[in-house]
Nanobody
C-alpha cells in the first residue's frame, strides 16, 4: 500500500525557516515526479513546488520562488521542502503528492489532478 507521510510542520515566526519531509513507502518513488501543495483555511489547495526524478528539475509557484527549495533523497525515498523567509500568508496545511503518471515521467504538473497519491498533510503556522 502506497503511503506518503509528511512531517516537520509547526509554529514559526515570520522570517523563520522550516523543513518539511515526505517519507514514501509501499513503492519506490525514486523515478516519480513528486510535488508539494498547500491549503489555507477557506482556500483551495494550491501548487507549491515539484521535482522530477532525474536531473532533477524543479518548479515553483511564483509566491514561493526564491524562498522555498524542493529536493529529494532517492536512497531514502524522501522528498523535502526547505522553507525560508516564511510569511504569515504561508500558513497552511502542506501536502506531499506523487505523480499519477508513475515512474519515469519527465512531466512535473502543477494541478491537483496531476497527482495520484497524497499524504495526510502537516500544519505550518507563521505568526507575524
Amino acid at each position: 500500500q502506497v503511503q506518503l507521510v509528511e512531517s516537520g510542520g509547526g509554529l514559526v515566526q515570520a522570517g523563520g525557516s522550516l523543513r518539511l519531509s515526505c517519507a514514501a513507502s509501499g513503492r519506490t518513488f525514486s523515478t516519480w515526479t513528486m510535488g508539494w501543495f498547500r491549503q489555507a483555511p477557506g482556500k483551495e489547495r494550491e501548487f507549491v513546488a515539484a521535482i522530477t526524478w532525474s536531473g532533477p528539475s524543479t518548479y515553483y509557484a511564483d509566491s514561493v520562488k526564491g524562498r522555498f527549495t524542493i529536493s529529494r533523497d532517492n536512497a531514502k525515498n524522501t522528498v523535502y521542502l526547505q522553507m525560508n523567509s516564511l510569511k504569515p500568508e504561508d500558513t497552511a496545511v502542506y501536502y506531499c503528492a506523487a505523480d499519477r503518471r508513475g515512474g519515469g515521467s519527465w512531466y512535473a504538473g502543477k494541478m491537483i489532478s496531476d497527482y495520484a497519491y497524497w499524504g495526510q498533510g502537516t500544519q505550518v503556522t507563521v505568526s507575524s
